[in-house]
Structures are given as C-alpha cells and as structure tokens.
C-alpha cells in the first residue's frame, strides 16, 4: 500500500506503521508464550514418561510378589493336607475320651495338648519334674495317662524322659 502510493495522509501512514509495529510485538509477545507453553508440555510429557515407567515397574513387583504367594501358598496347602494325614494316621486307634481330653487341652493351651517328658522336663512348660514326681510316673502303666503338674498337659513318656 505504502509502495503504491495509495496513502495520502502522511498522519495515516504513521498510525499505519504503528499499528504494524504493535503487531510485531504482539507476535512476538505470543511466540514467547507459545515457546513457554511448548517447554511446559515437554516437561509434562517426561512426566507421563517417568510415571508410565514408575507404572510398568510397580505392575511387574505386583505380578512377582502375586506369583510368589500363589506359589507359597500351594506349598502351605500341601503341606497342611501332609500334616492332616499325618495326624490321622497318629490319631487312629485312639481311645475317645483322650482325644477329647487332648483337644481341650490343645485348645486351653496355646494349640500344644500334649508334651514330650524329655531328660525330666515337660515339653509344654519346661518344668524340671522333681525326683518323687518321676518315681510316681515311673510305677504307672505305660497306657496311663500322665499331665504336667504344673502346665496340666498331658506327658507323653519317651526313651528319653529320664525315668
Ligand atoms: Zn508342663
């Protein structure tokens, strides 16, 4: 327009050229925003990076301890099923009034109804039995029942319960 001739009014012509000028900053003005708003979005974006990678490493953890406790827990399972066996096993042919006996014990007692008599001390308390005790289990038949005088449970005599 300038070039053509077109503007008369030299007034014009520097409204014009200001207005241009305002323009220009008002471009760059946004260019600096826009420059601003681009570093922003690259830093959310390490973010996101970061946090998927932070993702991806806490599934795989997840998937590690899952798989180990499936894998623990079968064992336990197995082996509790052994244990049940085994117990059976021990169990049958037992008189009905020890087992109930054993069972109220056992429940009385921290799970442990029974007790080995081992070198004179009672498995469940720990009680060294005194030498007049041991006499007294020592003259009882073998398929008498014995208990601990001082944990009430019941003794189970061994080779090794010092009698
Ligand atoms: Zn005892």
Redesign the pocket.
Known sequence: MIDAGQVKDPKALERMLGELESLHRRISDLEDVEIEVMERLEEAQNAVGRYTDDLAALETEIATVEAAHEKTSGELQTQLAAVKDERATATSGMPEDLMALYEKLRAQKGGVGA?ALRRRE?G??R?TLNASDLGIIAKQPSDEVIR?E??N?ILVRTGESGL
Do not use: H, K, S, V
């Open positions: 007790a009672c469940g308390c009680l601990c001082e944990c449970r």
